[in-house]
Each structure stands twice: as C-alpha cells, then as structure tokens.
C-alpha cells in the first residue's frame, strides 16, 4: 500500500509562512538519532518494568522521528528501517504499560503503514485482541478503527469510526476520514484529507517538533488501497 507523489525536500514553518531548505530534515535527523543513541545506551541498566516500559516508549518516539525525516528527504529505505524498529519499541513497551495505553498500539500501526512493512497486521490483531474497537476511550476506538482498516475489515470498522464522529474530544476531520475510509466514500474522503491536512499546516506546534502530517500521509495510503485517495499534496507530506 504506496501513495506515489512527488518527494518535497522542504518543511513548512507554519509561524513564518515560509519553506526551509533540507537541511532543517538533517537537523532533525540528528537530534531524534542522539535521542535514539542516548535511549538505547540506558535501556540495559532499567530492571523497573514501568521505568523500562517508559524508555522502551521514548525510543520508538526517537526512531519514529528519525524515520520521519528521513522520509521527508525521499530516504525511503532507510526511513522504513527506523520505522519498522520504532514500532518494535512500541510493541515492547505494551509489557509493563498502563491499561489504555493505546498511543503503543496506534503509533506501531502507523510506522509500520509509513514503512510499508506487512508486520502491521499482526500489530492490528493485536490492538484488537486489547479490545481496541469496544474501548471507551475514544483513542482506543481510534485504534480500533485504525486496525480494522488495516485488515480491510471495513464494514467492521465503520462502528467505531462513527463513534468518533461529533465529540468535542477527538479531531473531527479525522474521524469524518476514517469513517470515509470505512465507507469507500471518495468524495468525503476527499474532503475530510484535506481538513485534517490544513490542520496541520495551519498549527504552531507538532508533535516531537516534527514538521510532518503523518496522520494525512497514513490515512493516504489506506485510502490508496481502495482506490479512493485524495491525492493530496504538501510540504508537510513525503
């Protein structure tokens, strides 16, 4: 499941209106592979399952990122590398974490989605088995909508996507997407993408500082394998 684009070398610096040149991506690089390297140095010596838990988490932020920006720099390869390892560390982490800890699960889903790698099935089999789709939370139905569309069980997955919709505590462009998706509706796919894509472009902040519009860039690529995508393009996206 590959979304074909054109590869954009430059970030959007939503502050100053204006595009930065690729070697903002080498700075980004560089900071997430010394987050990377400082984590795993310390991982051997953490015997508490919690402590360990945590630092397993830390480390799948840093390879996510680092695979982020090497796939803003059309280092496909090597990003899918960083990627498939940071879901790894999200997976590890599920031993010892908190009950509704669902980001693990969601974030080795979409690092696996990003990579291509075949290994988000098993990982969307287990967000189910975690109870993913019936979760009261509504980052867990997330989750569980996520996994079922990964599987291509989307009649399934339409449930809990419209669950999603209307609340006041969950991204609405999101949830309008993942329902589209369920649907194999184009034409409110196609509109809710590009929502949830201005919300990114048009935000101040981005999580691990990362300029990047993963959640659109997933939601592409499941969107791909139904023939349905937006085709959507940005600064913002590989």
Request: no cysteine; glycine share 6%; hydrophobic share 35%.
């Given at each position: 499941m590959a979304v074909k684009r054109d590869v954009h070398v430059c970030s959007l610096n939503a502050r100053r209106g204006k595009l930065l040149p690729i070697d903002e991506w080498n700075a980004h690089l560089a900071r997430e592979l010394e987050r990377y390297r400082d984590g795993e140095s310390r991982l051997p010596g953490i015997a508490d399952?919690?402590?360990?838990?945590?630092?397993?988490?830390r480390l799948g932020n840093a390879a996510a990122g680092a695979?982020?920006?090497?796939?803003m720099q059309g280092r496909r390869e090597e990003a899918a590398g960083w990627l498939v390892r940071a879901a790894e560390?999200?997976?590890?982490?599920?031993d010892g974490a908190p009950p509704g800890s669902w980001g693990r699960p969601i974030g080795a889903m979409k690092a696996r989605i990003l990579a291509g790698d075949p290994g988000v099935d098993e990982d969307a089999r287990l967000a189910l088995a975690m109870g993913a789709a019936e979760a009261e939370s509504p980052i867990g139905r997330y989750a569980g909508c996520l996994a079922l569309l990964v599987l291509g069980q989307d009649v399934e997955a339409e449930p809990p996507a419209s669950s999603l919709r209307g609340r006041c505590d969950f991204p609405p462009a999101v949830a309008a997407a993942l329902w589209s998706?369920?649907?194999g509706d184009a034409a409110s796919y196609?509109?809710?993408?590009a929502e949830v894509l201005r919300s990114f472009e048009t935000r101040d902040k981005y999580l691990e500082d990362m300029p990047v519009a993963d959640t659109v860039a997933v939601l592409e690529i499941l969107a791909?394998?139904?023939?349905i995508a937006a085709g959507v393009t940005s600064p913002l996206l590989p």
């Open positions: 399952p919690d402590t360990r838990q945590r630092q397993l988490t695979g982020l920006a090497l796939l560390h999200y997976r590890e982490s599920l998706l369920a649907r196609s509109t809710a993408a791909d394998a139904r023939g």
